[in-house]
């Protein structure tokens, strides 16, 4: 469990970090401006803006990566195949990788509940047109999964 550990205090870190070194340079840029309109106040927006992107980007990698190696973890110890290991690592990856991009977009002023509900409408759109092939899909994985894992305890 240690070697997973170590992604999330990297992570934790990286944020200390970057708040730290955010909050250094607003307070030097306060200091050295002698009014309030002056280039300091002009260029801290900008920069805040910067480092929060910053943050958002380096949370969702991390979390990315840190899902993708749990996946790969319980995979090779519930012995399944390559083939299932790999769609369930792609799948988590595209998940925190969607909601990151959507906190990114949040924070960039975008409204993003109209997006969130076409993105609703749409997957119950395909999911009915779907219905049939998806049961198959789903099937095949589980059927996949459950022959590997019978054929890893004899």
């Not at 990286?14 to 730290?20: D, M």
């Not at 991390?62 to 110890?77: G, H, M, P």
Request: charged share 10%; aromatic share 6%.
């Amino acid at each position: 469990m240690w070697p997973l550990a170590w992604p999330a205090v990297a992570l934790v870190a990286a944020t200390l970090f970057s708040l730290l070194l955010r909050g250094l340079l607003l307070s030097v840029l306060g200091r050295w401006s002698g009014s309030p309109n002056g280039w300091s106040s002009r260029l801290s927006q900008p920069l805040s803006f910067i480092l929060e992107v910053a943050v958002i980007l380096s949370v969702t990698i991390t979390i990315a990566n840190v899902l993708s190696t749990l996946v790969q973890r319980v995979s090779e110890r519930k012995a399944l195949g390559r083939p299932i290991a790999g769609l369930g690592q792609s799948v988590a990856r595209g998940i925190v990788y969607c909601v990151g991009l959507l906190v990114l977009l949040a924070a960039l002023g975008i409204e993003i509940t109209p997006i969130l509900t076409a993105l609703g409408v749409g997957g119950l759109a395909v999911a009915l047109a779907l219905q049939d092939t998806l049961s198959n899909l789903f099937a095949g994985i589980h059927l996949l999964a459950t022959s590997r894992s019978a054929w890893a305890t004899m």
